[in-house]
């Protein structure tokens, strides 16, 4: 895309966006990076410089410039011909090289260009010529297994998230390594459906891209409804081609949260701490076996969550000032908000309401409590052992 053609994409949108309130320039900005490709600052900045251009030419501030630009392309045919050398080595030769041209009959400038090239301090030879250098640099090739090259195929999401149906899940790793992350260790995988609320959990040994693709597929198993979006963070566990193939093989669409922003994750990292957090604590879990224990005790957990405790969902949130005032809709469980979801099938809802009915809440946490304390005292008889 050209400057002009992008300089005409801002125009058409600047009188909107200098008038309009802040969720309306969220949606502008998004079209005009997707369209021209640029930084979310950029384009921000871009949208400043041109509200206050009065379209008068700006007088250049500084000194006059006391090369011209023949003088500049004789400097770059003296550069080519000795093979793109640095301004160190260029300046003392600028002179010999200047004669030697002139008597093979290659020099094409003017006497002022010649005088002028010959006049060039050693500053100014080397920023043109680093200038230069850059210019005709080879591009490098990407490889194949280069993270950056996965993260141009995956797209970066950041909401809004109200519309998406059941099926569109934020997804997130919790490392249980008490006060050390030297060595293996387990890690808990997150899954939070977006539109319900629903969450699925799954243990796992380190981090691997493969062991959290095997954690994906069970929980994708566990689900009421089909998976049709997963948004994790850009980790490497799961920014990979492992994750990336097994998506496209079952339709799922792939996307990835911007870096160092937590919140476009807000769902799932919420409920790391309301929920892994809460019931696990910050302990160190090590052995493979205990991630064993802990997956069934995921479980009973899911059951509970699931079909029991109520969550609430912020519908409508208001800057008064310098606070915002919040508007949640009524706390449901996300059994409830399944089967009152227009999206998931009828198969699916009779499946669930005939798991509902033959659980006990009462039962169900006690025997929470007690798989609890069963992987608390597997973790300190291994420390006992060690």
């Known amino acids: 895309m050209t400057m002009k053609t992008k300089q005409e994409i801002f125009r058409k949108y600047l009188t ?70 640095c301004g160190e080595l260029i300046h003392p030769a600028i002179a010999e090289m200047t004669e030697l041209l002139i008597k093979q009959k290659e020099w094409w400038y003017d006497q002022e260009a010649t005088e002028q090239v010959k006049k060039m301090s050693l500053a100014t ?25 996965i993260k141009s195929i995956i797209p970066i999401f950041n909401g809004p998230w109200h519309d998406k149906p059941p099926g569109y899940g934020q997804i997130d790793t919790v490392v249980h390594s008490g006060n050390t992350l030297s060595g293996s260790m387990v890690y808990s995988v997150n899954y939070t459906d977006v539109a319900t609320s629903w969450v699925v959990l799954a243990a796992q040994w380190n981090k691997s891209q493969e062991s959290t693709l095997e954690s994906l597929k ?32 079952e339709n799922i669409e792939l996307t990835r949260s911007r870096p ?19 019931f696990l604590g910050y302990e160190r879990f090590d052995t493979e076996e205990i991630a064993m224990t802990i997956n069934c005790f995921y479980d009973d957990l899911e059951l509970h969550l699931n079909h029991f405790v109520p969550t609430r969902k912020c519908i409508e949130k208001i800057r008064i000032g310098s606070k915002y005032r919040r508007k949640y809709d ?24 005939a798991i509902h009915e033959k659980l006990n809440p009462v039962k169900l946490k006690i025997k929470i409590e007690k798989g609890v304390n069963k992987i608390l005292r597997i973790q300190r008889r291994s420390n006992t052992n060690n």
């Open 16 to 85: 909107e966006y200098i008038k309009t309130n802040k969720k309306r320039k969220n949606e502008i900005l998004n079209i005009i990076c997707e369209v021209t490709d640029l930084h979310r600052k950029s384009a921000i900045r871009r949208f400043r410089k041109l509200q206050f251009d009065d379209g008068t030419p700006k007088k250049k501030r500084g000194r006059k410039k006391l090369y011209s630009k023949k003088s500049f392309d004789a400097l770059e045919t003296i550069w080519t011909t000795l093979g793109g050398l």
């Open 125 to 149: 030879v080397k920023r043109f010529c680093s200038r230069l250098f850059k210019e005709n640099r080879a591009t490098k090739g990407k490889s194949s297994t280069k993270p950056a090259h």
């Open 218 to 249: 069970r929980m994708k198993d566990k689900l009421p409804f089909p998976i049709k979006g997963m948004h994790p963070d850009s980790g490497s566990e799961f920014v990979n081609f492992h994750l990336k193939g097994w998506c496209d093989e």
């Open 260 to 278: 160092n922003h937590s919140n476009d994750n807000a769902y799932v990292e919420q409920k790391n701490g309301h929920v892994i957090r809460r």
């Open 330 to 353: 009524l706390a449901k469980s996300p059994f409830k908000r399944v089967m009152e979801s227009n999206e998931i099938s009828e198969t699916n809802k009779l499946k669930l309401k």
